[in-house]
């Protein structure tokens, strides 16, 4: 017997929620976009089946009923995204929340919704929240040609179904309709462990529990062509490949020995609290207040903690800064305390 072919289990059935042209596109993030305006609500009752044959009932938004088999579907910037309706806080509909997106130094990492409720935020990929260890259920997503073409269907249109994510591991029926030509010639036998990121994501905890340590040496940032030697491990504070070249954040003595061409001579501060790769933002915070003392910085997340390289000179002013934000934060939680 194979263990990973298993009987259609149940809330495996994709949901047929309308056409795509039927769900404007949400494309200001300026000062919390409404989703209200965007967005469809369904009941979506869990139940056995691969493909329901009837669309769900959508839901009236202003008097939404019991939300809890209830999917929310809305296009925001060119994407389709389908959520629970309730927030997992306090099981609020999510359809009165605001859209945003995600960034960290001018750049889009990904796109959240904050519930207007209590005010805690989603990311509406991955579902975690910015407080606690609540998450949003993300529904999939798929868009398919329509099955058929009638008078009101506009040319390129497409039909969106949605269904709830299922669980890794366990090999997803063939669905009609859809290329499951990878799953059923068995290509993938394999899968890489997504493991459990232990770091904090509580944007005020780790502002609040923060300390630092000032290392002693003085670093530089350099850059190699592809097929330069790499400068030995014990060397190399930092590698990363771009299209252009390699670079490398490495020791001032190092460069120098080597005659190396260099910028941005640099003292590392290593944030001393165990960060989620996946905390929203942390660096921002710290970096925006850097940056009204006019301090340039260069943060790098490693695994386990964040580290800003600041300027040769203004380290120890870099450091009590950072230090008042996190008077200040202990001295907030104390206070809502
Ligand atoms: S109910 Fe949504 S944040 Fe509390």
Request: aromatic residues 8%; contains cysteine; negative net charge.
């Amino acid at each position: 017997m194979n263990p990973f072919i298993r009987k259609a289990k149940a809330d495996a059935a994709w949901h047929h929620v309308g056409l795509a042209s039927s769900f404007p596109d949400l494309e200001s993030a300026a000062d919390g976009a409404r989703i209200a305006s965007s967005c469809k609500a369904f009941n979506v009752p869990r139940a056995d089946g691969i493909c329901e044959p009837e669309p769900p009932a959508e839901a009236d938004l202003d008097l939404p009923g019991d939300l809890k088999d209830q999917v929310l579907v809305f296009k925001y910037k060119g994407s389709f995204h389908a959520i629970d309706h309730s927030c997992p806080h306090s099981s609020f509909p999510l359809s009165q929340g605001s859209l945003f997106d995600i960034e960290d130094f001018g750049i889009v990492l990904s796109a959240g919704l904050t519930c207007p409720k209590h005010g805690w935020s989603f990311d509406i990929f991955s579902g975690r929240s910015d407080r606690g260890n609540y998450k949003l259920k993300v529904w999939e997503v798929q868009l398919r040609e329509p099955a058929s073409i009638d008078e009101k269907t506009e040319p390129g249109d497409m039909e969106v179904w949605v269904r709830r994510k299922q669980r890794m591991g366990i090999k997803r029926p063939l669905t009609p309709g859809i290329d499951n030509s990878i799953l059923a010639r068995g290509q993938i036998t394999t899968m890489a462990t997504l493991m459990k990121d232990p770091g904090e994501t509580s944007l005020a905890k780790l502002l609040a529990t923060l300390t630092t340590t000032l290392h002693p040496g003085t670093y530089v940032f350099a850059t190699l062509a592809e097929s330069a030697p790499l400068p030995p491990l014990s060397e190399i504070q930092l590698l990363f490949r771009e299209s252009e070249g390699i670079t490398v954040i490495t020791s001032r003595e190092y460069a120098t020995t080597q005659k190396m061409d260099y910028f941005f001579p640099c003292k590392m501060i290593t944030l001393n609290v165990t960060s989620s790769l996946e905390a929203v933002g942390f660096m921002a915070v710290l970096a925006t207040r850097l940056a009204t003392a006019n301090m340039g910085v260069n943060p790098v997340s490693g695994f386990y903690h964040d580290h800003l390289f600041v300027p040769l000179g203004r380290e120890e002013e870099a450091v009590q800064i950072l230090g008042q934000v996190a008077e200040e934060k202990r001295r907030e939680a104390a206070g809502g305390a």
